[in-house]
């Protein structure tokens, strides 16, 4: 079976970091694109930022200069690095990655189940 498994959330104070991981496991054959989105309360889910599986990165507005995506290819996880945190990055945060997989006929997108990431101010 393939599971996403996020971890490394938690409480944070303003201005403060924390480094999220995910890890894919299962019967994986390919790692192709993966991402991480968030989730605040009453808003809809939204990216933070992707990774293709050339390394190459995009973010969005809200978090650029201040979090980084980095993959560690020989254990299929990808990290988030967050650094200058604030109350605005409140959310649960979600990896996605496009996996192909023994059991696939193709590329398909797999989910975490989140982990919460509350800054305080």
């Known amino acids: 079976q393939v599971q996403l498994v996020e971890s490394g959330g938690g409480l944070v104070q303003a201005g403060g970091s924390l480094r999220l991981s995910c890890a894919a496991s299962?019967?994986?054959?390919?790692?192709?694109?993966m991402g991480w989105f968030r989730q605040a309360p009453g808003k809809q889910r939204e990216l933070v930022g992707s990774s293709t599986s050339g390394d190459i990165t995009k973010f969005a507005d809200s978090v650029k200069g201040r979090f980084t995506i980095y993959r560690d290819n020989t254990k299929d996880t990808m990290y988030l690095q967050m650094n200058s945190l604030n109350p605005e990055d409140t959310a649960v945060y979600y990896c996605?990655?496009?996996?192909?997989?023994?059991?696939?006929?193709?590329?398909?997108?797999?989910w975490g189940q989140g982990t919460q990431v509350t800054v305080s101010s």
């Open positions: 996605n990655a496009n996996l192909w997989t023994t059991q696939s006929r193709g590329w398909s997108t797999y």
């Open positions: 299962g019967n994986i054959l390919a790692i192709n694109s």
